[in-house]
């Protein structure tokens, strides 16, 4: 039985508080990219209660993304914006999910992203977060951009830190690791990563900000 959405909300409400549940559900938060980031950052949010998110990636689940991306066996070659909304329905089934199924270009950013008050960049090529980051942070000097950076390996997970770069920019990662050596993307560093992004938009949606 799906409980009703205002049980769904008092419970929610009841770990964090009337005020700063409805701003975390008054929320629109893009993630662009559905890997092992971004996957693990949209299931931190649905749990969270916010209330709109706009999945977007144009990839489907392959059997190697199983070892660290939240996606199961039986959603193997489905489309991640499909596979990943499926899933957060049966977490968060009145978090209102948005997807689209493209490549991003720098040309689409404006009218794919007018809608969020927050961008999570979770992409995994270096260009291709680049490209987000600085298109947003043109098109959209308002909005603020949480992105990821150097999470591979099985290094300790504490160096991986939360840093404000500018206004409206925060990287999370260690800013140095990258897949080398035949050490690829470990589920458990993955995960730290994306929890550290998924913290700043939480921070960010409560008013609270690093220095």
Do not use: W
């Amino acid at each position: 039985m799906i409980p009703s959405k205002e049980e769904m909300y008092q419970a929610l409400e009841e770990r964090h508080g009337a005020k700063l549940q409805a701003k975390f559900q008054n929320a629109k938060v893009a993630v662009l990219g559905l890997g092992g980031l971004g996957s693990n950052i949209a299931i931190a949010l649905a749990r969270a209660g916010v209330g709109s998110l706009h999945l977007i990636d144009f990839d489907k689940v392959d059997i190697t993304n199983l070892n660290r991306q939240q996606y199961f066996v039986h959603q193997l070659g489905q489309y991640k914006t499909e596979a990943l909304s499926e899933t957060l329905k049966q977490i968060a089934p009145y978090c209102q999910v948005k997807t689209t199924t493209i490549k991003v270009t720098r040309d689409a950013i404006k009218e794919l992203l007018e809608q969020e008050d927050i961008i999570c960049e979770a992409f995994d090529k270096a260009e291709a977060k680049a490209m987000l980051v600085e298109g947003v942070l043109e098109q959209f000097p308002g909005k603020y951009v949480v992105s990821g950076s150097g999470m591979a390996g099985i290094s300790s997970a504490n160096t991986i830190k939360t840093r404000k770069v500018l206004s409206h920019l925060y990287l999370c990662g260690d800013e140095v690791s990258d897949i080398k050596d035949g050490l690829g993307l470990f589920s458990s560093r993955v995960m730290v990563c994306a929890a550290q992004e998924a913290n700043m938009v939480l921070r960010i949606i409560a008013g609270e900000f690093e220095p």
